[in-house]
């Protein structure tokens, strides 16, 4: 059973590297303002004939291989509250949008409460109650009337933007925070720092983690239809 596993695995190893052998770049060009180092191109599988056959077919195939793209942008990172007296508030502030060609995932990690700062001294109530929402500004009632997210039921959370045409042409939303400031929170500067995360969901696997071709780009060559 070893020697033919190993067999097995001599085969396939002569084949990637023929098979790798046979992928050869070509020069890439670009119409208009496109970017030549955007697009690369292998030549795979030659062909040939000799002898006194009076007809000759082949085939030739046109493949193409498309990486999910993603253009994204926030007006803001940060939320500044400057509250003279006690009361509830919410506001959207931050304009998001993004676009793509493949589902996005939206995650959030380490979200919590606004908490007391000042090093000097103490707070009578340490944190600040905070809740956050999305959604237009075209209705202020609904987004009044939530829901509201806690941070603890951010951080479960998450959330798909599915491929679709409005998410080609760009999909957009407003981040709302609601605080409630209490007779007991201490006058000083209370502050959290949460993390959003998008990540890709349909990415080809012959771009490394930061977007770069791989290096071994040929070995994604394959003669699968």
Not at 12 to 22: H, P, T, Y
Not at 57 to 67: G, K, L, M, N, P
Not at 92 to 119: E, K, L, Q, R
Not at 188 to 216: M, V
Request: charged fraction near 15%; charge should be negative; include cysteine.
């Amino acid at each position: 059973m070893k020697k033919l596993l190993m067999v097995v695995s001599i085969i396939f190893a002569i084949f990637s590297i023929s098979l790798a052998q046979s992928a050869t770049s070509a020069t890439v060009y670009a119409y208009g303002d496109s970017d030549p180092n955007n697009a690369k191109v292998f030549v795979s599988m030659p062909d040939n004939g000799s002898c006194n056959k009076k007809v000759w077919t082949f085939d030739i195939t046109a493949e193409a291989q498309i990486a999910q793209w993603v253009n994204w942008n926030i007006t803001g990172t940060k939320w500044t509250w400057f509250v003279r007296k006690p009361g509830e508030y919410f506001a959207d502030c931050i304009s998001f949008s993004i676009s793509s060609n493949g589902d996005v995932a939206i995650t959030f990690s380490d979200f919590g409460s606004p908490t007391y700062v000042s090093t000097q001294s103490s707070s009578v109530n340490p944190y600040i109650d905070v809740w956050y929402t999305f959604g237009p500004d075209t209705n202020i009632d609904a987004i009044f009337n939530g829901p509201w997210y806690s941070p603890s039921e951010l951080n479960a959370s998450t959330a798909i933007i599915p491929d679709s045409t409005s998410l080609h042409i760009g999909w957009s939303t407003k981040l709302w925070s609601r605080i409630k400031v209490v007779n007991c929170n201490s006058a000083s500067t209370y502050r959290d720092t949460g993390t959003i995360t998008l990540t890709l969901k349909n990415q080809k696997p012959w771009l490394d983690d930061n977007g770069r071709y791989k290096p071994d780009l040929e070995q994604y060559v394959t003669d699968d239809r």
